[in-house]
T-cell receptor
C-alpha cells in the first residue's frame, strides 16, 4: 500500500523567511512524487514533480524539493516566503503504472507580514 | 489550452435527494479521475477511468455513487441518495495517463447536504 504523511497541518512563517513543508512517503517500489498547491475555492495546481531524473527538483514560484531515498522524504522548500504563498499544500505519490495519485492530508501555510 | 471544466461550482441539496456533477477533461487526456475532498483533508480517489473503461473504483461507495464516461471524453458523477457526510468538494482531474504524468484539476464542485 502507498501512503503519504505530511508533518504539520499548519505552518506559519514571516514574509521573507524560509519555507519548509515536510512530506514522507512509504513505498515498496520507486515512487513518483508531486507537490500541489490549492488556493481557496480553487482546484489543485502542480508545483513540481519528481520522476527520478534528478533528486533536486525546481518548480514554479521559486519552490523546490529534494528527493531523499534513505529518508523516504520529499520536503518542499522556498528560500524567501511571499504573502502570495499563503495556501494549502499537498504532497502526492504514484507508485507507477497507471495508478492514481494518493494525497497527503495537506499543510496550510500562513505568511505573516 | 483549456483546462478541466466542471459544473456546477456549488450545489446545496437535502439529504436523500440526488445530485449529478459534470466534468469535461483536457482534450486528448485519456485518464480521468474523480476525487472527493472533505474539508480539512486531502483529496481521496473515488474512481479512475482510462478512456471509457474503469481502472479503479475500489473506494467508490457503489450503493449510492455512480460514474460514467461516455465516448471516453466527458464524465458524470452521481450521488443517489445523498447523505450528510457526502458534503465535500468533488474534484475532477485528467492526465495523459503515463506514470510520470501529473494530473490537471478542475475547480471542483462544492456540495452541501443539509
Amino acid at each position: 500500500a502507498q501512503s503519504v504523511t505530511q508533518l504539520g497541518s499548519h505552518v506559519s512563517v514571516s514574509e521573507g523567511a524560509l519555507v519548509l513543508l515536510r512530506c514522507n512517503y512509504s513505498s515498496s517500489v520507486p515512487p513518483y512524487l508531486f507537490w500541489y498547491v490549492q488556493y481557496p475555492n480553487q482546484g489543485l495546481q502542480l508545483l513540481l514533480k519528481y520522476t527520478s531524473a534528478a533528486t533536486l527538483v525546481k518548480g514554479i514560484n521559486g519552490f523546490e524539493a529534494e528527493f531523499k531515498k534513505s529518508e523516504t522524504s520529499f520536503h518542499l522548500t522556498k528560500p524567501s516566503a511571499h504573502m502570495s504563498d499563503a495556501a494549502e499544500y499537498f504532497c502526492a505519490v504514484r507508485m507507477g503504472g497507471r495508478r492514481a495519485l494518493t494525497f497527503g492530508s495537506g499543510t496550510r501555510l500562513q505568511v505573516q507580514p | 489550452e483549456a483546462g478541466v471544466a466542471q459544473s456546477p461550482r456549488y450545489k446545496i441539496i437535502e439529504k436523500r435527494q440526488s445530485v449529478a456533477f459534470w466534468c469535461n477533461p483536457i482534450s486528448g487526456h485519456a485518464t480521468l479521475y474523480w476525487y472527493q475532498q472533505i474539508l480539512g483533508q486531502g483529496p481521496k480517489l473515488l474512481i479512475q477511468f482510462q478512456n471509457n473503461g474503469v481502472v479503479d473504483d475500489s473506494q467508490l461507495p457503489k450503493d449510492r455513487f455512480s460514474a460514467e464516461r461516455l465516448k471516453g471524453v466527458d464524465s458524470t458523477l452521481k450521488i443517489q441518495p445523498a447523505k450528510l457526510e457526502d458534503s465535500a468538494v468533488y474534484l475532477c482531474a485528467s492526465s495523459f495517463g503515463g506514470e510520470e504524468a501529473e494530473a490537471f484539476f478542475g475547480q471542483g464542485t462544492r456540495l452541501t447536504v443539509v
